[in-house]
T-cell receptor
Framework: KNQVEQSPQSLIILEGKNCTLQ??????????LRWYKQDTGRGPVSLTI?????NTKSNGRYTATLDADTKQSSLHITASQLSDSASYIC???????????????FGKGTHLIIQP | NAGVTQTPKFRILKIGQSMTLQCTQD?????MYWYRQDPGMGLKLIYY???????DKGEVPNGYNVSRSTTEDFPLRLELAAPSQTSVYFC?????????????FGQGTRLTVV
């Protein structure tokens, strides 16, 4: 069964500090992995999408890494800001023959709180 | 550019009532989706559409219906509301299939069935 596990479930850090969120997956066959940011009361917004051949991708202060061999991804946030407080969702896309109707398996998310 | 717009943002229904969640997008995307997000759970696909006149079931379609008469609109219908349908509903759209590209999400509709 395709699964995406994220850790930690929640995290509190001080403004200005760095943090790393983890995502482990068992989706097969693998197509791509994306990270979404979801502010409270809003819909998810895409941060990065990585395919099998990409092992690092940045979007401003957000850097995602992918290790397709170990089926792990991380999202590193540098110099955190209060606006980074949100849930971060890891989503893995299966290849043409796998996954559900949209080929996606969503993680439950990591709830990040940035304190001043 | 409005993107994906959902209405209403909040709604309380009594058991057995019906309602339609509205979704419209102005990006001329062919693909549209309805997801539900339960507390502490990942998003689950309810229905999706690959173009006007074409709809198909997702992972959790029971109790819902959809239609896609135009490229812009993709309403979700609840016929007989049940407490299990209490959730936050998100409509999304994408240029190509969500399997391959990012999707753009609406702000969500928080539905409570009592």
């Amino acid at each position: 069964k395709n699964q995406v596990e994220q850790s930690p479930q929640s995290l509190i850090i001080l403004e200005g500090k760095n943090c790393t969120l983890q995502c482990n997956y068992t989706v097969s066959p693998f197509s791509n992995l994306r990270w979404y940011k979801q502010d409270t009361g809003r819909g998810p917004v895409s941060l990065t999408i990585m395919t099998f051949s990409e092992n690092t991708k940045s979007n401003g202060r957000y850097t995602a890494t992918l290790d397709a061999d170990t089926k792990q991804s991380s999202l590193h946030i540098t110099a955190s800001q209060l606006s980074d407080s949100a849930s971060y969702i890891c989503v893995v896309s299966a290849g043409r023959s796998g996954g559900g109707a949209d080929g996606l398996t969503f993680g439950k998310g990591t709830h990040l709180i940035i304190q001043p | 550019n409005a993107g994906v717009t959902q209405t209403p943002k909040f709604r309380i229904l009594k058991i057995g009532q019906s309602m339609t969640l509205q979704c419209t997008q102005d990006m001329n995307h062919n693909y549209m989706y309805w997801y539900r997000q339960d507390p502490g759970m990942g998003l689950k696909l309810i229905y999706y559409s690959v173009g006007a006149g074409i709809t198909d079931k997702g992972e959790v379609p029971n109790g819902y219906n959809v239609s896609r008469s135009t490229t812009e609109d993709f309403p979700l219908r609840l016929e007989l509301a049940a407490p299990s349908q209490t959730s936050v509903y998100f409509c999304a759209s994408s240029y190509a299939g969500h399997r391959h590209t990012e999707a753009f999400f609406g702000q969500g509709t928080r539905l409570t069935v009592v």
